[in-house]
């Protein structure tokens, strides 16, 4: 359960660098470009030129997008999921890990592994990969004028179902721990975690 553990404390540090540093400078670069867009637009229209373009439109709504998707397992973490509960939050602390860590193995998991399934061959072919699996050349693109190629954000979606999928691994152990009797081991690591979190 210790090797586990420390497998756990290493996916739970990842999440939270993702979390805590990679999406905050998605965040600046959201505001910076749509601040942009607005201020060169207005500017356009002053001065009576075309000044703002499909690509920054469209690079503000990836950016906007990548951070849903690479904030899906920091909220699976840190437990701030929306929930509507009536039993769970007067059950032990064991019952809870209990519902967890069958919720987590029976439909988190799978529900994870067939999202990267479905998801394989639609941005394969958005990558210019042909059914036979060589490369056709042509990388999707935006249907709009000057705009940007569709294949890095549609790639997103699998790169937040393996973030998801490897929190969810890490969860399960965590559970796993209280149930098997390591509650301080668990808590200690989401200590560990919450105070990476605040740094």
């Known amino acids: 359960m210790n090797f586990l553990l420390k497998i756990s404390r ?4 990842f999440t939270d660098f993702i979390g805590n540093h ?11 470009v749509g601040f942009y867009n607005v201020f060169v637009r207005y500017l356009g229209r002053f001065i009576e030129l075309q000044l703002s373009s499909n690509v920054y439109i469209e690079l503000q709504w990836y950016l906007f997008s990548m951070i849903f998707c690479l904030g899906f397992a ?3 973490k840190h437990n701030v999921n929306v ?3 009536f039993l769970y939050a007067n059950w032990s602390e064991r019952t ?11 439909f988190l998991i799978p529900f994870c592994i067939l999202g990267i399934y ?3 061959v639609p941005v394969s072919f958005s990558w210019g990969f042909l059914p036979d699996g060589t490369w056709g ?3 999707e693109m935006s249907p709009d004028a000057n705009g940007l190629p569709r294949a890095p954000i549609k ?8 973030l998801l999928l490897l929190q969810a691994i890490s969860q399960a152990i965590k559970y796993a721990a209280i149930i098997s009797g390591h509650v301080e081991i668990a808590k200690q690591i989401a200590a560990e975690t919450e105070v990476t979190a605040v740094e």
């Open 10 to 13: 290493g996916i739970d540090a």
């Open 22 to 32: 990679v999406t905050d400078y998605i965040v600046i670069l959201v505001i910076i």
């Open 74 to 76: 920091y909220v699976l």
């Open 83 to 85: 929930r509507v509960d």
């Open 96 to 106: 809870r890990a209990w519902v967890d860590f069958v919720g987590t193995l029976i």
């Open 118 to 120: 479905v998801a394989i």
């Open 137 to 139: 050349g042509s990388i």
């Open 155 to 162: 790639s997103m979606i699998i790169v937040a179902f393996a």
